[in-house]
């Protein structure tokens, strides 16, 4: 079925494209696998209109408003590949679903994050093991926070976590270099330098870090950098340029989002760090605004 844009993932850059796109009139179908990275958080931060809101719910709404415009369809299932077609692009769907063809693709299919194998950590992701600050740690002001020691970058998102409370870099059995020492020391960081065994709490809540010594040491939020990768090969299947970021993978694009490979978009946190709702729907736009732009003048 020819469509004038497909966009690969349904999430909150995926739906922010298709809407754009819809409003423009141009037939628009959106593929989704319904596995959006935020999924394992209760609520969104920082999204304004919609802070402290439960990202499904907010997702939900989209996608029923998407879909009440004429021109727009939306699709459950999962995109496994893709190729160029002409002037356009084919997509493959799993379980031998249809095949769509659309003069412009975007992807917005997201990130898998790759969490550490630490009994406990996976239990909590997006609960009290956290990822960025500015969405989850209002919420834990004043409380024993950690960082997990993944990186040199660990340094820096350990002394910014600082701001929002007292906190521990936990290194994991890393080794820290003097002028990370001297960070730390500067911004009341304190180090913990034992290897950790497990994490310590009620249900999802957490109390404390367990080290392979057999000691406790109590915090009510850890943050983590983990490193993530693209959730589809679909990018590379299509010949994009990917570059490695600072956490992973990330889609090459310009400033209109577009990939190294004509009529390609890419949109959200696989073509851009740092991540968050906000700038996810602000790429999903550009992508969107930039397709349409190229149906009508390219």
Known sequence: MQHDAVVVGGAFAGLAAATYLARARRSVCVIDARRPRNRFANASHGFLGFDGSDPRSILAKARDQLAAYPTARLIEGEAIAARCDGDGFSVTLSGGGEAMSARKLILAFGLRDQLERIPGLAERWGRTVLHCPYCHGFEFSGRSLGVLYRAPMSVHQACLVA??????????????????AAALAGRGVAVEPGTLSRLVGEGHALSAVAFEDGRERPVEALYVAPRSCLS???AEQLGAAIDEG?????????????????????????????????????????????????LVFG
């Not at 990330?250 to 989002?257: E, F, L």
């Open 246 to 294: 600072p956490l992973g993978p990330m889609i090459r694009t310009d400033a209109d989002r577009m990939t190294t490979v004509p009529g390609l978009y890419a949109a959200g946190d696989i073509a851009r760090a740092p991540h968050s709702v906000s700038w996810a729907v602000a790429d999903g736009v550009t992508a969107g605004t930039s397709a349409h732009r190229a």
């Open 163 to 180: 701001e929002w409370g007292p906190t521990t870099l936990f290194l994991n059995g890393a080794e820290l270099d003097p002028g990370s």
């Open 232 to 234: 589809s090969p679909i």
